[in-house]
């Protein structure tokens, strides 16, 4: 069964970086088929889509993010890692990490971690 | 980014009811929408891909439709296991956006 679990802080101060992993069991992060994603729901903005990476194709950010935020692979350990900078109080949510099936033009989300609430304070 | 409009935001609904809820895409889409079930304390769950097809092992109870800008999700016999909030996301193009859900209610 496949299984991706966040791990990371719950509290990060305001101005530093944030730094998620996400470790992937029950399938290979270097599979053509998926792609790994970070998503993140708050209260104020609902679900939003932060980036994704493939094995065999171009990393994605979302523009409103993309000049703070790296996505990372680790395949030794087949694990990815979301790093998020200049952490302010709108970056306070819960962090998905999730994979993304992809094939003959069907996509989905099939595979969600539990979730890490990250509270930014000041 | 493509904004997608979902409405309503909430509903009050009885076991049994059928409940249909809509997107709106900002631009055309094609079918490139997914609907997902979320409860509280636990991650979004796929129903929908494609605008219209079944992901596995979801009840046949759940049917989408849709093309273009105009989607629809629809539970034809709304079950306890049902009250929940389902949110549509498009997958056209990045960045990839989710509506802002719609939470079912029991009345």
């Known amino acids: 069964q496949v299984q991706l679990q966040e791990s990371g802080p719950g509290l990060v101060k305001s101005s530093e970086t944030l730094s998620l992993t996400c470790t992937v069991s029950?399938?290979?992060?270097?599979?053509?088929?998926?792609?790994w994603t970070w998503i993140r729901q708050s209260a104020g903005t609902g679900l939003e889509w932060i980036g994704r990476?493939?094995?065999?194709?171009?990393?994605y950010y979302n523009p409103s993010l993309k000049s703070r935020v790296t996505i990372s692979v680790d395949t030794s350990k087949n694990q990815f890692s979301l790093r998020l900078t200049s952490m302010t109080a709108a970056d306070t949510a819960v962090y998905y990490c999730?994979?993304?099936?992809?094939?003959?033009?069907?996509?989905?989300?099939?595979?969600w971690g539990q979730g890490n609430l990250v509270t930014v304070s000041s | 980014a493509i904004q997608m409009t979902q409405s309503p935001s909430s509903l009050s609904a009885s076991v049994g009811d059928r409940v249909t809820i809509t997107c709106r895409a900002s631009q055309g889409i094609g079918n490139d929408v997914g609907w997902y079930q979320q409860k509280p304390g636990r991650a979004p769950k796929v129903l929908i891909y494609?605008?219209?097809s079944l992901h596995s092992e979801v009840p046949s109870r759940f049917s989408a439709s849709g093309s273009g800008t105009d989607f629809t999700l629809s539970i034809s016999s709304l079950q306890p296991e049902d009250f929940a909030t389902y949110y549509c996301l498009q997958d056209y193009n990045y960045p990839i956006t989710f509506g802002g859900g719609t939470k079912v209610e029991l009345k």
């Open positions: 999730a994979r993304g099936y992809e094939k003959t033009g069907d996509r989905y989300f099939d595979f």
């Open positions: 990476y493939h094995t065999f194709g171009n990393t």
């Open positions: 029950g399938a290979s992060i270097n599979s053509g088929s998926f792609y």
């Open positions: 494609s605008a219209s």
